[in-house]
């Protein structure tokens, strides 16, 4: 399972991920920056980049005016008929995954966890989603 969380745009045909880049004061929406990043095992390289410093990935900093698109990823599954969020492995090399769901039945009958009002967590095998 490909499991994807996040903001991401299309950068000259290839999907990168996005963040917005924090400031210390108010900026204009045509003000903004943003950070574009691709992971470097994908054998593409493409003009500008520069390897990040403390991750796998090649990223930039572009200007609002340079995005040409945007749009979030959510990676979906369910886990005995709940639908869940599915947030990616906790530890490396263990078929286990973070889910979360607003489902009060989870809560109650599944054994999930209370984070939050309304936000419930559980690490489960990857095997039964779907």
Same mark, same amino acid.
Request: glycine share 6%; proline share 2%.
């Given at each position: ?34 950070? *574009? ?25 572009? +200007? ?12 979906? +599954?369910?886990?005995?008929?709940? *639908? ?11 078929? *286990? ?34």
């Amino acid at each position: 399972m490909n499991v994807r969380t996040g903001n991401y745009t299309n950068y000259l045909g290839y999907e990168c991920q996005l963040f917005e880049v924090r400031t210390e004061v108010p900026t204009l929406e045509k003000d903004k920056q943003f950070s *574009i990043c691709y992971s470097s095992a994908e054998n593409i390289k493409l003009d500008g980049f520069q390897k990040h410093a403390y991750a796998d990935l090649f990223c930039k900093t572009v +200007g609002y005016s340079d995005l040409k698109n945007a749009y979030t990823v959510k990676t979906l +599954g369910m886990y005995k008929g709940v *639908i869940v969020q599915v947030f990616g492995k906790r530890l490396e090399n263990v078929n *286990i995954v973070e889910v979360g769901t607003d489902n009060n039945y989870a809560f109650k009958e599944l054994d999930f966890l209370k984070l939050e009002e309304n936000w419930y967590i559980k690490d489960v095998l990857n095997t039964p989603l779907l």
